[in-house]
């Protein structure tokens, strides 16, 4: 069992940044890939990013390419997700999933562990 705790969310204008963390516990001595989605009200859950166990493989959803960086501290056992130039339709509860794949996915159903979300609400 993997237990995943985000931390970061919060308010911010449009333009914006935000630095969101997702902390991981347990079995965290297993190589998983990591990713970040994200949920609207009435939408469903969407990819965003994801990243390889040792951080040279990442994969962004087009609509936050050039703007948000995943990352990883295997020595922290967390994963980050910087956003920049945030705008009002990037207003969503933003996830931390955990996968045992060896590469990342889009997926959401590849992903065994979730957080319990953190909210991000941009201003215009």
Do not use: H
């Amino acid at each position: 069992q993997v237990q995943l705790v985000e931390s970061g969310g919060g308010l911010v204008q449009a333009g914006g940044s935000l630095s969101l963390s997702c902390a991981a516990s347990g079995r965290t001595s297993s190589r998983y890939v990591m990713g970040w989605f994200r949920q609207a009200p009435g939408k469903e859950r969407e990819f965003v990013a994801t990243i390889n166990w040792s951080g040279s493989i990442t994969t962004y959803a087009d609509f936050v390419k050039g703007r948000f960086t995943i990352s990883r501290d295997n020595a922290k056992n967390t994963v980050y997700l910087q956003m920049n130039n945030l705008k009002p339709v990037d207003t969503a509860v933003y996830y931390c999933g955990a996968s045992g794949r060896v590469v990342g996915s889009v997926r959401k159903d590849d992903y065994a562990y979730w957080g319990q979300g953190t909210q991000v609400t941009v201003s215009s």
